[in-house]
Structure formats: C-alpha cells, structure tokens
C-alpha cells in the first residue's frame, strides 16, 4: 500500500520564483494536512483540507502562500512570490475516515531552499 | 491552550539497552490521543505508536512501549534493545479526541543516538 506522496523531495530556487510542491495522499483517506518544518519553529500546520475543503488556513504564513485540493488525491501548495524565509521541510500528511481518523501518515517531506 | 514538552533534547543509548524518552503535556481535557512520531535522516515522519487516553492499558508495539501516567500528564516512550536504525528524532504529539479537531500539538523533538 503506497503511502503518502510528495514531489519534488528538493527544491532549490531564487528568491522571487514560484514554488509549487505536491502531494498525493493515501488512497481513501479524506483528510490532508499541509506542515512546515523549520529548527526555530518546528512543526507548524500550514491548513487542512477535509473531503477536498479548506477547512482551516490559519497557519498560512501571509498570502504568498495558498493551496488547493482540486480532487481527492492531489493537493498543492504554492508560495508565489518565494523569500528565503520560506526555507524548509514542508510535510504533507493524510488521515482516515472512521476509528483512525485521529492517526495522520505523513509523506517523506519537500526541502526547499530558497536562495 | 495545549502544550507538549520534551525536556530532553538529545539522548544517547548502548546498541541493545533500553532507553526512555520523556514527554509532559498540559490540557484541561479529558479525552484525547496522544502519539510518539519518529524522524529518521531521511525525514519520514513515521508512527510509532499511539494511546487513547480513555484507555488505563498502556500501549505497545514490538519493542516500542509507553508508560502513559494520565494524573501527571506523562507520556514516555520506553524503546527496549535498541537498534542502530533507531537513531532519528522523536516527536512527541497531542491530539482533542473532540469530533472535528484534527490539530496536532507536537514538541520539540527528543534526539536519539545509538552507539555500537
């Protein structure tokens, strides 16, 4: 059974250049959660989608950041125009339906440099 | 407001000893999950277990247990024999059991290191 998938697992761009990072979560879960990973502020969640809805953006730093879900089982998030404060592990994670829906399963992650 | 706390930044144990790993949390809840995430080099973020705390039984997997003590707001992770392959950093993460939260609480990390 595949876990989650995420693409690019690096990225190096310049300062200004959109960045557009992807994910596919596990076949049937209908939750998605996007996560930043910095060694200053950990593990931050980004927004999170149920049934392909945003249902919470709050963590989205500012509106250079968005994110779509157009189906259930692709998701992007987009950071347009990039600074190199948006250098990172950025984490897409998945949940079930049902008694497991508690539980996320995160992908291997998408290092982003920014120069 | 919730908060998850690993007070030990780094841990080091013996291949085949036994290492425990500490996490306090704060909650005015009564219900909810708490979870042990593992991040490798490759940084997967890989579960490793996870307690309801409705449930008094602590639970395990394999060589991976907890000691959840709900009264003190502890849940350690205790990994017996240990392995090379367990060096990563663990999280430690809390969830509302609340029909519609899904937000994570999670603390700094504990780093594990396994010598030969």
């Known amino acids: 059974d595949a876990g989650v998938i995420q693409s690019p697992r690096h990225e190096v761009t310049e300062m200004g250049q959109e960045v557009t990072l992807r994910c596919k979560p596990i076949?049937?879960?209908?939750?998605l959660f996007w996560y930043r990973q910095t060694m200053m502020r950990g593990l931050e969640l980004l927004i999170y989608f149920n049934n392909n809805v945003p249902i919470d953006d709050s963590g989205m730093p500012e509106d250079r950041f968005s994110a779509k879900m157009p189906n259930a089982s692709f998701s992007t998030l987009k950071i347009q125009p990039s600074e190199p404060r948006d250098s990172a592990v950025y984490f897409c994670?998945?949940?079930?339906?049902?008694?497991?829906?508690?539980?996320?399963?995160f992908g291997p992650g998408t290092r982003l440099t920014v120069l | 407001a919730q908060t998850v706390t690993q007070s030990q930044p780094e841990m080091s144990v013996q291949e085949a000893e036994t290492v425990t790993l500490s996490c306090t949390y704060d909650t005015s809840e009564s219900d909810y999950y708490l979870f042990w995430y593992k991040q490798p080099p490759s940084r997967q973020m890989i579960l490793v277990i996870r307690?309801?705390?409705?449930?008094?039984q602590n639970a395990t997997e394999n060589r991976f247990s907890v000691n959840f003590q709900k009264a003190a707001k502890s849940f350690s992770l205790k990994i017996s024999d240990s392995q090379l392959g367990d060096a990563a950093m663990y999280f430690c993460a809390y969830r509302r059991r609340t029909s519609g939260t899904y937000k994570y609480i999670f603390g700094t990390g504990t780093r594990l290191k396994v010598l030969a």
């Open positions: 994670a998945s949940s079930p339906r049902g008694s497991e829906a508690d539980t996320q399963y």
């Open positions: 307690q309801e705390a409705y449930k008094q």
């Open positions: 076949s049937g879960h209908n939750s």
